[in-house]
């Protein structure tokens, strides 16, 4: 009874301690719905979709819930007749349907989704802020955890993955990255073993939607090798802890995301045979290593050990699938690749951004910021935490490095960069104990904003807007599908940036789309684009085509029209009148549509 007791006085001490920390969370989400209120607005009244891959997800989301099979992720009106099997998994739009089902209860289908939408990128951020939170806890003290919620709020400028609307992957990748690294970090402490068991869920999980927070997790999965290199036995425990994670989450995830078809197939873009394979490897590896940790009782040996698994680990890749180990998306085909994707934004690398030094600085210096604090901690401190600050500096330096090559990783590691600034904020605090309080956190708030992205685009900004800028064309705005999407459903050929939004839009098909996999309708749109009008009209009816969509701008158009200044693409945005076209006429439409006569 004294101990139930003695429990039940500690409760409301226990709630009384993470008032504080609900008090910086809740304010935080406050300011985050203020900031994204038009955009809320927009995706409500309108059901407008900022990003192709969420209109992508909602296509994915409708056929699931309209009966479509788990492991089928085809998509049917997608490069017609057969549909595209897309790399995706069924792992995020398991809560959306959750969310869609529960909001039909009291709504139509159609405002159901919306209100999931909106919905499900604001739950994503309130767990933000609690990783946040709790990654800095686990790295730092209590005080870092207020200071993280804070700086990880002023990155608002990266964070678009969070913001209304938007329920691609993103946003549960970069929590399941945080989720890992906390508990990796959490399970380095030798009385918090099953901690690295625990990480190896949402390290698993990340895999199954997605592979792009692998190059990170190559820091999570070498740390406990590293410490069972530097402490032997005495590592064994946490080793095999994390081995039978690996070895329990990763076979359990697979076989819920990969259909029993597909158990041999590999693929560079998702996870697959290849990938399972060498975690498998690597695991019973690590598994072998700590059975066998009282007889590597010397550095040279474990070195050879742990050089052994990686090899083995390696060679299990490189025996399904060597092609895979650089680049996933090797398959894109090359034209595509330079018309296509090279103008897409996140896909750029950061010296495409040069011209824009308030967007440069305002992304990169942060990141570069939390790196410098995480090595100087690592540095000061001494034992197990100078080996969690370390692995934090590692992961760091390879998002920053993959960000080089693409912008979007910047979304993905600047969460981990701010709770190492947020670590140097607690410290900074610690020293100035003697000051009074309300003096001391208005200074280090103070400091956080001027090295916050947010705070960074404040100080550097021309034009007296820090808001994140909107690319977004008329060509994808909502209402200028509205007349398309009365027309009979159809075979469309239209540009590869509009495609994922006229699936969801309209009932047409459409053969191409902003994903690599689509390489033979992608193909056939730039090809026909290019042609003159009398080749590119035999290859539309080669494929069946029975409706042509152009619409003036963007990146990708422009492409086009330099590429042939005597293709079709050229003469459509000239007005040209082409011969096999009839244009059908819609009011308050940016589109120009057209239908393919009669064959003569």
């Not at 498998?280 to 050879?304: E, N, Q, S």
């Amino acid at each position: 009874m004294s101990a139930l007791a003695g429990e039940a006085a500690e409760l409301p001490a226990r709630a009384r301690r993470e008032i504080p920390l609900l008090a910086a969370i809740v304010p935080a989400l406050a300011g985050a719905a203020l900031l994204t209120l038009p955009r809320a607005r927009a995706v409500w009244s309108a059901g407008e979709f900022y990003d192709s891959d969420d209109a992508m997800r909602a296509v994915q989301l409708r056929d699931l819930l309209a009966g479509q099979s788990w492991f089928d992720m085809t998509a049917r009106r997608l490069d017609p007749p057969d549909g595209l099997f897309m790399h995706w998994s069924r792992v995020v739009d398991t809560p959306l349907a959750a969310l869609d089902l529960m909001f039909r209860l009291f709504l139509a289908p159609e405002m159901a989704e919306r209100a999931t939408r909106l919905v499900f990128p604001f739950l994503c951020l309130a767990l933000l802020f609690a990783l946040a939170a709790f990654v800095a806890r686990v790295f730092a003290d209590r005080s870092a955890r207020f200071a993280a919620v804070w700086l990880v709020l002023l990155s608002a400028p990266m964070f678009v993955q969070f913001t209304p609307g938007r329920i691609d992957h993103h946003a549960p990748q970069i929590l399941l990255l945080m989720a890992t690294f906390g508990l990796v970090a959490l399970g380095l402490h030798p009385k918090r073993p099953l901690a690295l068991a625990a990480a190896a869920a949402p390290l698993a999980l990340s895999l199954a939607i997605s592979l792009e927070n692998l190059p990170f997790f190559i820091v999570a999965l070498a740390t406990p090798a590293i410490l069972f290199l530097i402490e032997g036995k005495t590592a064994a425990r946490r080793l095999l802890s994390f081995a039978l994670g690996l070895l329990v989450f990763a076979p359990l995830t697979f076989a819920a995301t990969v259909a029993p078809s597909r158990y041999g197939l590999s693929a560079c873009d998702a996870y697959s045979a290849v990938h399972i394979r060498a975690v498998l490897v690597g695991a019973l590896g690590f598994a072998a290593l700590a059975a066998a940790a009282p007889r590597l009782d010397t550095l040279p040996r474990r070195i050879v050990g742990l050089g052994l698994v990686g090899a083995a680990a390696l060679g299990a890749f490189l025996a399904s699938a060597p092609h895979c180990l650089g680049d996933p998306l090797v398959a894109l085909d090359p034209l595509l690749r330079d018309l296509w994707l090279s103008h897409v934004t996140e896909a750029k690398p950061l010296k495409a951004f040069v011209s824009d030094p308030a967007l440069l600085v305002s992304t990169a210096a942060p990141v570069l910021l939390g790196l410098l604090a995480a090595t100087v901690l690592a540095w000061r401190e001494r034992g197990l935490a100078r080996g969690r600050w370390a692995m934090l500096a590692a992961a760091i330096l390879i998002g920053f490095t993959a960000a080089l090559w693409q912008i979007r990783v910047f979304s993905s590691v600047t969460p981990l960069a701010m709770v190492a600034l947020a670590a140097a904020a607690a410290a900074l605090s610690a020293r100035l104990a003697g000051v009074t309080p309300l003096l001391r956190w208005l200074t280090i708030g103070l400091l956080c904003l001027f090295v916050s992205p947010i705070g960074l685009a404040l100080a550097l900004q021309s034009e007296g807007d820090a808001a994140p800028r909107e690319t977004r064309g008329a060509c994808l705005e909502a209402s200028a599908f509205s007349g398309l999407a009365v027309l009979p459903p159809a075979r469309i050929v239209a540009p590869v940036d509009t495609g994922a939004h006229i699936l969801a839009f309209t009932p047409h098909h459409v053969f191409a789309a902003p994903y690599h996999r689509d390489n033979r309708g992608n193909r056939l749109a730039v090809d026909a684009f290019l042609a003159e009008p009398a080749a590119a009209e035999r290859l539309l009816r080669a494929a069946g085509a029975e409706l042509l969509l152009w619409c003036d701008g963007g990146e990708t158009g422009n492409a086009l029209i330099e590429r042939a200044p005597h293709g079709l693409a050229a003469a459509l945005a000239r007005g040209e009148s082409v011969p096999f076209l009839e244009k059908i006429p819609l009011e308050r439409s940016p589109f120009h549509v057209f239908a393919l006569r009669p064959a003569q």
